[in-house]
């Protein structure tokens, strides 16, 4: 694995998307090793390419353009397979979002149309690549919302509320502390506090935390 330029597959179905990530991701220092357009050539490209770090993924693919990417993901999972998958996707779905997110770390979900800048689809593969896990903002904004079935998010202080956001895009106490100019104190109370609220008991583990949060704002 080299931080520096991560080897990544890209599994997208349309030409031009796949075309304009190889770009970006070649300018951003990576190096794409095989650019496929279905799930078959995905399969073949991971089974006689070796050390990949990172896998670029659309939901809808052929056949039938449904899940076969989200079906990819949870596959590759069920093998045991840590591999970083970004889930690059036109749908704006918290529950799409959900199920990426809870088959475990190295995951993330980014929206295509909210793409602008190239350094961002960057950092994202080299966050999933290292177990991290990655949220687009617009999608973590439809969790966080109140709803019938999540009261406790109406009990949240404005603080608290933002600190969840920063929690479910994959950030640690000490990232969350830096962004707040705030001690890594303050922010494990404040975290603390938020878990009572939702009635969510407090993982040490960064990744495990956020899909905690994730899987209790299913409803959103």
Not at 9 to 38: H, P, T, W, Y
Not at 61 to 78: F, I, N, Q, S, Y
Not at 91 to 119: C, E, H, W
Not at 184 to 196: A, N
């Amino acid at each position: 694995m080299s931080i520096d330029a991560p080897r990544v597959i890209i599994a997208d179905d349309s030409i031009l998307i796949r075309e304009g990530i190889r770009q970006v991701l070649r300018e951003g220092g990576c190096e794409v090793v095989a650019v496929v357009g279905n799930i078959t050539e995905l399969e073949d490209a991971l089974a006689r390419t070796a050390q990949i770090d990172a896998l670029v993924l659309d939901i809808r693919m052929p056949p039938t353009h449904t899940d076969e990417g989200m079906v990819m993901l949870e596959k590759l999972r069920a093998s045991g397979s840590q591999l970083g998958v970004l889930i690059l996707s036109m749908y704006s779905s918290p529950s799409l979002a959900i199920r990426a997110m809870t088959t475990g770390a190295g995951t993330g979900y980014l929206l295509k149309d909210r793409v602008t800048d190239g350094n961002s689809v960057v950092t994202a593969i080299k966050t999933v690549m290292t177990g991290g896990n990655v949220v687009d903002q617009e999608v973590v904004a439809q969790l966080i919302s109140p709803t019938p079935l999540n009261p406790g998010i109406d009990d949240l202080t404005s603080r608290e509320r933002l600190i969840l956001q920063l929690m479910a895009e994959g950030q640690s106490n000490l990232a969350i502390a830096t962004t707040l100019t705030i001690s890594t104190k303050t922010v494990e109370s404040h975290v603390g506090k938020i878990m009572d609220k939702l009635g969510i008991e407090i993982s040490s583990v960064g990744h495990r935390r956020v899909l905690a949060v994730l899987s209790h704002l299913r409803s959103a």
